[in-house]
């Protein structure tokens, strides 16, 4: 057989050896493939148990497995008096999931929820059919498994403003003891804890990374090294979800590491489709679910219910169960439970990419033996530029008012595509959605320069959104009305961040180096003259995207705070058992990438349960 393989490969022939050890050398690869991702990474799936026996009494039933439901379930079974049923509507990552450059290898598949906003217009243009795509994630770890790993707690200012809004006890002081406690490293084999690794990314790009540096020195910006409290003005490396190489988020670093204990249950591929209350609504009495489209199953918790299946389905999971705006609800003849906003406060990060060609040192572009060594490298040894965002870890925080304070109003990711490197390119358009008439004007360009992409974020959106039922149908995809940029103010911070980037463009960093603003075609813009004002208004409305930061569906709020789904301590208003812990909580989104916030957010959530059921236990 292996003489047959190598006569058909190659026209010289082989005694043997050569052929053994090419069949070694295959092996081994696709061994080192399936090690990627091996299923002792994450939890059993408990689901045949279920078929076969039906489901046990839990003391708790959370719902989701996602950045903050992968974090409750492993603390609360930290007591082994308790008994609790984690529910997961997708299974384990893919082998993807692993390699820091391939976070939008996994967009359009199964293992997102691939949701789309409605069309909009002052937005998503330039995007596949003119509409900003909403990636949320579907198994474990949720979108904390396929997000870019960037460990982001926001700026003090954050929490301060929900505290003077009336979030009482969520002040900076208040979680900063939460975000320590979810990277603190615990526990060894014997008796494993959850906590999320935090290490700087290895170092790659440093040509490109040093005309960054350099450019922000000549203006005087400050280059910050240590940057994991704050989001202050300034450049920096920050730190990534990783460990090794690989990400290890909340998924594997919570729920995947506890997963042995007896006291927790796992369902995969199973869907909640309803939220059951009693009467009078002050309690769930239980929840339905749906496990691998055909089984179905009804199960009760004794104490509590916490759900955290994400901005989206959260929202969209209460509003089938009856919970949400009175007349949205009648509209679609849903008995109405409790009238609260839920689905009022929807936000994100919008983003608007700008594209630079950098023409030195495209004499040597990447080649095809790179590439391949490159896999070999990660495969083997996880190490290499695979094991790495490289430039994307640069991150920069600007004020673009000028007003002399250390809080931004703008966030850029940078990510860097060498010369002829047209597979990377792709995967970053098709995973942003970015239609084919750009993707051309890009790929014309990668021929014969490098590519850099600084994507420029609002910090601070003004634009809010609305999630809304599309049925009473649990498997039809929601409303969402996301109105990015639909308030001025928000595209006027994108044409205020001209400002930085002409000048960063001016600066001899970038001159020497040839470091020049792409110009792609738009009939649109074209009518206006190249970086004016009007023109980056009508720039800004085509490419613009969605940054996947989807925060305050069912928003926390004080006790006099009508627009409140929540209170402080992450209860349904008016429900007694269920309590919220993810995104869909957070009150305005903070200056950050929003997976250490919602980490955050789920170790508080587990504390308020513990502290309530300790305390009626010693009672």
């Keep these: 057989m292996l003489d047959t393989l190598s006569n058909a490969q190659c026209p010289g022939r082989s005694v043997g050896v ?111 059919n003119r509409q900003c795509y909403m990636l949320t994630g579907k198994m474990i770890g949720g979108t904390g498994s396929m997000n870019g790993m960037i460990y982001i707690r926001g700026n003090s200012h954050d929490y301060d403003g929900w505290l003077e ?9 208040d979680v900063l003891p939460y975000f320590e406690k979810s990277v603190r490293p615990v526990g060894n084999d014997t008796h494993p804890q959850g906590y999320v690794a935090l290490n700087h990314y290895a170092s790659f790009d440093e040509d490109i990374k040093r005309i960054i540096r350099r450019a922000a020195d000549e203006l005087k910006i400050p280059i910050v090294r240590e940057f994991i409290e704050n989001s202050e003005v300034g450049y920096t490396d920050v730190y990534g979800t990783v460990l090794n190489g690989h990400r290890m988020g909340s998924g594997k670093g919570h729920l995947g590491k506890v997963s042995k204990r007896p006291n927790l249950h796992v369902m995969k591929n199973t869907k909640v489709t309803k939220l059951n ?17 055909k089984y179905w199953f009804t199960v009760r918790a004794k104490k509590e219910y916490v759900l955290s299946a994400g901005t989206i389905n959260s929202g969209n999971l209460l509003l089938l169960s009856g919970v949400g705006p009175k007349l949205d609800l009648q509209e679609l003849k849903i008995p109405v439970i409790h009238d609260l906003p839920v689905g009022k406060n929807l936000q994100d990060h919008v983003g608007v990419p700008l594209f630079y060609a950098i023409q030195k040192g495209t004499a040597m572009p990447i080649t095809e033996q790179q ?109 969402i009305i996301a109105n990015l940029l639909k308030i001025d103010d928000d595209i006027e ?17 970038f001159v020497e180096n040839e470091v020049n ?47 409140a789904c929540v209170n402080t301590r992450l209860q349904l208003l008016g429900v007694d058992n269920l309590r919220l812990a993810d995104a869909s909580i957070m009150p305005k989104i903070p200056t950050a990438n929003t997976n250490a916030p919602t980490i955050m957010i789920a170790e508080r959530a587990a504390d308020f349960i513990k502290q309530r059921w300790s305390r009626m236990n010693v009672l």
């Design 18 to 128: 050569f052929d053994s050890f090419a069949f070694r050398l295959i092996q081994a690869v696709l061994a080192a493939q399936c090690a990627l991702s091996p299923p002792e990474f994450w939890p059993p799936d408990y689901g045949d148990q279920a078929i076969l026996h039906g489901l046990d009494k839990y003391d708790f039933v959370v719902i989701g497995a996602g950045s903050g439901g992968s974090v409750v379930p492993s603390r609360l079974t930290e007591n082994p008096n308790w008994k609790v049923l984690v529910l997961e509507e997708g299974g384990d990552p893919p082998q993807e999931s692993e390699a820091p450059p391939f976070m939008f290898t996994m967009a359009q598949t199964n293992y997102s929820n691939n949701y789309y906003a409605e069309p909009s217009e002052v937005a998503c243009w330039a995007l596949k």
């Design 277 to 293: 209350f009693e009467k009078n609504g002050k309690r769930v009495k239980s929840i339905s679910l749906l496990l691998r489209g």
């Design 493 to 509: 911070t994108f044409v205020r961040s001209r400002i930085h980037h002409d000048r960063m463009e001016r600066t001899n960093a």
């Design 371 to 479: 590439k391949l060594d490159n896999i070999y490298n990660y495969l083997f040894h996880s190490n290499g530029p695979l094991s790495s965002l490289g430039l994307t870890a640069t991150t920069g925080f600007i004020d673009t008012k000028n007003r002399g304070t250390t809080t931004p109003t703008i966030e850029m990711h940078q990510l860097f595509f060498r010369c002829q490197d047209h597979d990377g390119l792709r995967i970053f358009l098709e995973g942003m959605s970015y239609n084919d008439e750009v993707s051309r004007n890009l790929h014309n360009v990668i021929k014969t320069a490098h590519v850099m992409v600084v994507l420029t974020s609002i910090a601070h959106p003004k634009s809010v959104g609305q999630l809304k039922l599309r049925s009473r149908n649990f498997q039809d995809h929601p409303i």
């Design 165 to 173: 809004d009336g979030n009482d006890g969520w002040g900076w002081e």
């Design 517 to 563: 603003l792409l110009h792609i075609p738009i009939k649109e813009c074209d009518r206006y003259e190249f970086k004016t004002e009007r023109y980056w208004r009508c720039y800004t409305k085509y490419f613009s995207t969605a940054l996947y930061h989807l925060v305050g569906t069912v928003k926390m709020g004080g006790k006099n705070d009508k627009t």
